[in-house]
């Protein structure tokens, strides 16, 4: 007979060793439907409702150089400043922010919600959601979703403020709450007068 190292008697035959049994229940493999993979198809375009005003726009020597060829900048290391056209929001007014979404995986992607997170000057942060038709809106592959989003009032002050778009996911189970998720996209930014 032998016995485990805690001195436990094991019955005839039995060398300790760990055996399973799978047993065949009808299971069948399925695809997962509720992939992560919506993606920007179309960068924010933005429709602000202020004034268009020339801005100076820092430029670097060697920026310089390459726009006059080579003469300026680069070899006096001057520091240039360029003038452009820059709209501005007025605050409290209506922005509008229109782009498009992607589902670029191979499965099924479900969304409660899309819209755009606005990171405040003040370091606060707020989401703004387009109304879903229901709970549990579904982007088949390669399928694109055009979303206009107006978000009104915008800017509680002036400042620079972030827009990020983003949707609300789908939860698995019942038990899982949704969750918040950004577009891997850089911000846009906006500037509150």
């Known amino acids: ?34 992939g992560q993979d919506i993606s920007i198809a179309s960068p924010q375009a933005l429709d602000l409702s202020g004034p268009v005003i020339m801005a100076p726009v820092a430029v670097s020597p060697v920026i310089l150089a390459r726009i006059d060829g080579g003469q300026a900048g680069a070899d006096r290391g001057a520091t240039s400043v360029a003038i452009a056209p820059q709209q501005q929001q007025l605050a409290g007014q209506q922005l509008t922010d229109t782009f498009t979404v992607r589902n670029v995986g191979e499965y099924q992607a479900h969304y ?37 989003l107006d978000i009104d009032p915008f800017g509680d002050g002036p400042g620079v403020y972030a827009v990020r778009a983003g949707y609300h996911s789908v939860p698995a189970m019942d038990t899982v709450s949704s969750e918040w998720l950004t577009l891997f996209f850089p911000a846009a930014t906006v500037t509150v007068a």
């Open 1 to 34: 007979m032998q016995t485990l190292t805690d001195g436990t008697a094991l019955p005839d035959g039995n060398s300790g060793n760990w055996e399973g049994l799978l047993v065949s229940d009808g299971y069948q493999s399925q695809l997962p439907s509720y």
């Open 112 to 148: 409660q919600a899309v819209g755009v997170e606005v990171d405040a000057p003040d370091g606060s942060a707020g989401v703004d959601d387009v109304a879903a038709a229901a709970g549990d809106n579904v982007l088949a592959p390669g399928e694109t979703l055009p979303v206009t």
